[in-house]
């Protein structure tokens, strides 16, 4: 049977009805196919652009659902051009929550990301200072989780993978057990192996180094002294905060466990693999 038509009935000419949603359907279909995948674009290729031109005018929209998430993970990435992805998901089932375009990861961005979003128990974050104090802002009960992975990895930028002093060694033998700590007390004696490795090295954390005999260093030419082994200063600094303030290990505690007994996640792996991956392996499949 051929398709159903219509007849007018006061001239009794008949037209069929063209289903142009389901024909839209098909072309955002293939064009998400396209887009999302790493094949080139099917052929004939102009043909393809053609049907799919109107699918670039489509501008996705994400529609608060005011549901209160356990724990919520937030984070940016950059892509080409200066543009930056700020997006928030669920950290139990990886859904994408909220999303914002911004140039950078400012106070006020994130702001405006989680004004639309119900103040959750536990936010797992980078630490950046701007999405910390927005949410210290936005949501003054919930708890922040650092994401032990980028904790780690800002010590690897501050000591290298192969420090060259014995005090850099130990310290970064400290950051990479972060990762492998899962129990209170594993967590207590890695303060107390921190707290002695500043006492060990609290003499060398305090040297100086002054401008009049390194006149050729370029920190001289706008301040008078520095610290000596600054990097390591700040690397050890940044552990003690952390631990000081309660985002390194706030996963360990009882009283943000789920309903199930779980605690909540101590890294944004998720969000870091089940989101910002792919959009830059869109953006480099098809050249950015």
Known sequence: ???????????????????????????????????????????????????????????????????????????????RHGRCLLTAIDGASGAVVAFRWCRHETTADYLALFEKIPAPDVLVCDGMRGIETAARSAWPS??????????????VNDLTHRPRLQAGRELKRLADALVTIREPDQAARWAVQLHDWQHRWHAMLHERTFAREHPDDPRAARQSWWWTHQPLRRCYRRLERLWRNGTLFAFLDPGLRDADGRPPQRTSNRLEGGVNAPIKRMLVNHRG
């Open 1 to 79: 049977m051929g398709s159903q038509r219509w007849m007018c009935t006061d001239c009794n000419a008949t037209r069929g009805v063209r289903h142009y949603r389901r024909r839209d359907r098909g072309e955002l279909g293939a064009f998400l196919a396209w887009l999302l995948g790493p094949a080139a674009q099917p052929g004939p290729s102009r043909t393809f652009r053609r049907r799919t031109a109107g699918c670039w005018r489509i501008h996705p929209r994400l529609e608060p659902d005011g549901v209160v998430r356990h724990v919520l993970m937030a984070d940016g990435t950059y892509l």
């Open 142 to 155: 919930t708890r922040i989780q650092r994401c032990l992975v980028h904790v780690r990895r800002d010590c």
